[in-house]
């Protein structure tokens, strides 16, 4: 098993004219030796026509990505529409991805996303000061990197988890967050394989219980 795993991304995004969109375009490598030779690179291109600058908005893509965690490397058609109410409600509706973000009142925030097949995100926020947020929630979260010594070029080295959290934000500025967290993570494994469904195979079933974190 690899002591270290990484994972680095980078990406940058260009209109164009013919065919005529936004396209974006993701590169790295995610692995125990990253960038050790093309078996370990990830790409992700995404075509995008619309764009969500208005209230309401709709955006026809197409996504084609080598770590995707289901129908791999194949084109996957999506779209977005997004009905927004001020700065205090927003709905994105589509396809992978659902987001809900409701501010019922000026310290309390609800949110939640959905990615298909198997990604969750959500949150109950209060805010005691514009740039402080305490919060509880709910994650489930698959990574997925390519082992080097790896003996099928396709196999993955999966990690799947679920948790329960609750901790502190500070926003320094819109761009810049500092955010302390604590919980119980559960369901958590490790597999080898091509996709989600061989997680019977090589499997290590790793035990439910607590974890403390920290993101900058």
């Known amino acids: 098993f690899p002591a270290c795993l990484t994972d680095l991304q980078a990406g940058f995004s260009f209109p164009w004219v013919y065919p005529p969109g936004m396209y974006n375009v993701t590169f790295g490598s995610a692995s125990d030796k990253p960038f050790a030779s093309g078996r370990e690179m990830t790409w992700d291109v995404t075509w995008a026509l619309g764009g969500l600058d208005g209230e309401d ?57 959905y990615k298909f097949p198997r990604t969750v995100y959500s949150r109950v926020s209060y805010l005691p000061r514009p740039n ?66 061989d997680r019977s195979f090589n499997r290590i079933d790793i035990a439910d219980g607590p974890f403390v974190g920290v993101q900058f």
């Not at 390519?146 to 396709?154: A, E, G, K, N």
């Open 57 to 113: 908005s709709f955006v026809l893509f197409v996504n084609w990505q080598t770590n995707r965690d289901f129908l791999n490397k194949v084109p996957l058609p999506g779209f977005v529409y997004r009905y927004r109410q001020g700065d205090w409600f927003t709905l994105l509706l589509g396809f992978p991805d659902n987001a809900i973000a409701w501010r019922p009142t000026e310290q309390f925030e609800l949110a939640a996303s």
């Open 132 to 197: 402080v947020r305490l919060f509880a929630g709910f994650e489930w979260e698959n990574l997925r990197f390519f082992r080097h010594d790896r003996h099928h070029t396709r196999d993955r080295l999966w990690y799947d988890e679920k948790r329960v959290l609750a901790g502190v934000r500070w926003n320094f500025n819109d761009a810049t967050y500092l955010e302390a967290s604590a919980g119980y993570a559960f369901d958590r494994m490790w597999f080898e394989g091509e996709t989600y469904q």
